[in-house]
């Protein structure tokens, strides 16, 4: 069965940084292409950054240059480093390989607040 348990989420005040980890199990990540998403309230599921099977990245306008995606496959996890964060980056975040598929996890949240 196809899961994603994300983690890492909390509050920072904006400047501040955090590491989120997505842990994916019933499949092998390193196959396929991973996303983190976000959905800040009242607004549509967002792409933040992609992380193909090869490495490559590729980011949304907003957070490129603030916000680094990567894979450890050993562990079958992905990763979102976010630095400089701003108060719109306020959401809960989400990875998925959309070519895999399966149910969406919880997601974690993210509140950048003074």
């Known amino acids: 069965q196809v899961q994603y348990v994300e983690s890492g989420g909390g509050l920072v005040q904006p400047g501040g940084s955090l590491r989120l980890s997505c842990v994916a199990s019933?499949?092998?990540?390193?196959?396929?292409?991973m996303r983190w998403y976000r959905q800040a309230p009242g607004k549509e599921r967002e792409l933040v950054a992609t992380?193909?099977?090869?490495?490559?990245?590729i980011y949304s306008d907003s957070v490129k240059g603030r916000f680094t995606i990567s894979r450890d496959n050993a562990k079958n996890t992905v990763y979102l480093q976010m630095n400089n964060l701003k108060i719109e980056d306020t959401a809960v975040y989400y990875c998925?390989?959309?070519?895999?598929?399966?149910?969406w996890g919880q997601g974690t949240q993210v509140t950048v607040s003074s």
């Open positions: 998925f390989a959309p070519s895999r598929g399966g149910s």
């Open positions: 019933g499949f092998t990540l390193s196959m396929y292409v």
């Open positions: 992380i193909t099977n090869a490495g490559g990245t």
